[in-house]
C-alpha cells in the first residue's frame, strides 16, 4: 500500500471506533486479524476485539484520540495517542500507543501499549460479556 492509503486507512479505522461503527471497524480489519495488548499478552481473534470495542463505545461518552503522532511504515503504521471520553467513573484521559500492520488494504495486527492504571474511571461500569 501506499503511504497515503495507509494514512486514509489509519483516519477510516480511528473515526469508525469514535463513531461506534462496529460494521464499518469488521470491514477495515482482515477476517484473520489479531489484537495483542501488553498488559496481558494475549491476542485477540477480531471478533474478541470488537466486543471490546463495542463495549468502550457503549460506556464512555466522546470517545476521542487527541495528541495524535502517527508515522507511515512499509506494512503499516505506529500511532501515538491519548484516548479520551466520558466514562460513568469519571473523565478518561488513556495515553497509547499502537503498532498497525496492514495487508491488502486491511488491519492484520495490531500491537497496543497502554498503562491499565489509568483506566480506573472504566472500573465504574461493566466489563464485556
Known sequence: MRPAEILALADRFFGAIEA??????????ATDAVVWHNYDQVEQSLDENLVVLR?????????????IRRRVL???????????????GGPLTVPAMMLVQVSDGRI??????????????????????
Open 20 to 29: 461506534g461503527d462496529i460494521e464499518a471497524l469488521r470491514e477495515i480489519y
Open 55 to 67: 463495549w468502550l463505545t457503549a460506556n464512555v461518552a466522546s470517545v476521542r484520540y487527541v495528541d
Open 74 to 88: 512499509d506494512d503499516g503504521f505506529v500511532q501515538q495517542h491519548v484516548l479520551t471520553g466520558h466514562s460513568p
Open 108 to 129: 492484520t495486527r495490531i500491537e497496543e501499549y497502554l498503562d491499565t492504571g489509568q483506566l480506573g474511571p472504566l472500573r465504574q461500569a461493566r466489563a464485556p460479556e
